[in-house]
């Protein structure tokens, strides 16, 4: 007999801020050169954009990203199935392959912004530290796959809103 529980329904609030997992099947890569990298974020500011959301913090690691984001009208489900669902078909198509890329669905967490907006872009901005790709925060200046390198200055992604952010962390660009 199953007694499974049908899937909670997401809670999904336009203007609500998002901390966004994504893990691949088994977690295997999701991601196996820099032009599966580019091409996702290149394809992730076109989605986020048009649905008028804001990124916060970003980071894509071999076999999962974080996403921090606050969602625009459409709310994130839009967004994401559109994102994800380009992202499968393009990665299934480049490597010859066909099934599902991705773990379930993605984990979405909704945050309270005034008490957990620093600690979450810290949080996703250090993964490659954390997870040993990089060796120290120096290095994470130089690392491409987050957006930290946005956050002090050195990248600009349009979708990103860093002055927010930074606004946050203190009153000078130096703080």
Known sequence: MNHSLPRQARLDIPGALHHIIIRGLNRTPIFQDDLDKLRFLERLGVTISKAQCIVYAWVLMDNHLHLLFKSGKEGISAVMRKQL????????????RTGHLFENRYKSILCEEDRYLLALVR??????????IIGT???LDHYPWSGHRAMI????????DT????TRFGETRRK
Do not use: D, S
């Open 153 to 160: 200055g050195k990248e600009a992604y349009p979708w990103m």
């Open 137 to 139: 925060k120096e290095e």
């Open 163 to 166: 002055a927010y952010v930074l």
């Open 123 to 132: 949080y996703i901005h250090l993964n490659p530290v954390r997870a040993n």
């Open 85 to 96: 669902t380009w992202y499968a078909q393009y990665y299934n198509r480049r490597y010859g």
